[in-house]
């Protein structure tokens, strides 16, 4: 599925279920942890913190991401990630408004091994499945920003790093 680019399948609230090998190689383990481990692994200080560039672009845009979760969804368990979330990052400020337009992704810039690995990524939902389980779960698929990126993730599957 989707190698050799990191791919992660979500439930509600913000469990991992399935990640593939380039997932695991960039993130071991993210489908052992609990929600609010989670929380705490990206939006609190630590490794996801120390290897992300553009930490705090990456984590008000998470935060946003999840206060709209939780408004679409009457799980209160979300709204304690928010919660969590939220006191992660008050003392970090909110990134400046880019014009008066807000972009719809932010490109996550990781530092691994003395590189720059740039990537973007792209969420598939289940909006208007049938099935209730079906309807709380998301694909995110993340993708190489340009052709260095690309070589460092054919170099992990290749096991050439």
Not at 10 to 25: G, K, V, Y
Not at 118 to 124: D, E, L, N, P, Q
Not at 125 to 132: I, M, Q, W
Request: glycine letters at 4%.
């Amino acid at each position: 599925m989707h190698e050799p680019y990191p791919a992660w399948v979500i439930a509600q609230p913000l469990r991992f279920l399935a990640s593939n090998r380039a997932a695991e190689a960039l993130f071991p383990g993210m489908c052992a942890l609990q929600p609010e481990e989670i929380v705490d692994l990206w939006y609190g200080p630590g490794p996801f913190r120390d290897m992300v560039e553009n930490w705090p672009d990456v984590v008000w845009a998470g935060l946003a991401t999840l206060r709209r979760e939780a408004t679409r969804s009457a799980d209160p368990r979300l709204d304690a990630l928010v919660k969590r979330a939220e006191a992660h990052l008050k003392t970090i400020p909110p990134p400046a408004p880019d014009g008066d337009v807000e972009l719809p992704l932010i490109c996550t810039r990781f530092k691994i091994g003395g590189r720059l690995v740039r990537t973007s990524s792209a969420v598939m939902r289940f909006d208007t499945a049938l099935d209730v389980t079906a309807s709380d779960l998301r694909i995110e698929l993340l993708f190489p920003a340009d052709e260095s990126s690309d070589e460092f993730f054919h170099a992990v599957r290749d096991r050439r790093l």
